[in-house]
């Protein structure tokens, strides 16, 4: 079943060029204006280089840092059973070497390398982020510095 093209008249070539062309520089005057509504953000110097640390965002989000830290510490202290964990990968090494797949072992053997160098470095931040989380308090939330 062959299918039938639509009777609607086509608009003439020069009519969709000046629609298309009006359509861009609409949108690139709503573009510009963004980039200079953007540009002078509060919190900047003129030169465009921030004024402060960020201390007042940091405060804001190390709850949620700190719990997404506990939950990938867990995750990688974990049991051969949880997906991501140290211990599992490490099975997965032992069975690439007991099958003899020495590129899959060297492969795994580096990822489980650097999965093992992840949870001091993790320690290390949850322990500064308690340090960062207590000054926090003891400065109204990092809005007095």
Known sequence: ???????????????????????LVAAGALLGAAGVASADGAGTHPSGAPTGDGAKALCKRAPKIDRRIDRILGRLNGDASQRGS?????????????AGHTQVETYLNDRLTFRRSLVPTLESR????????????????GAAS
């Open 86 to 98: 140290v211990a599992r990968l490490e099975q997965r090494v032992a069975n690439a070497k007991s």
């Open 1 to 23: 079943m062959s299918r039938t093209p639509s009777k609607a008249p086509r608009k003439p070539a020069a009519s969709r060029a000046r629609t298309t062309v009006v359509s």
């Open 126 to 141: 949850k322990k500064d982020l308690a340090d960062v989380e207590k000054w926090c308090s003891s400065h109204g939330d």
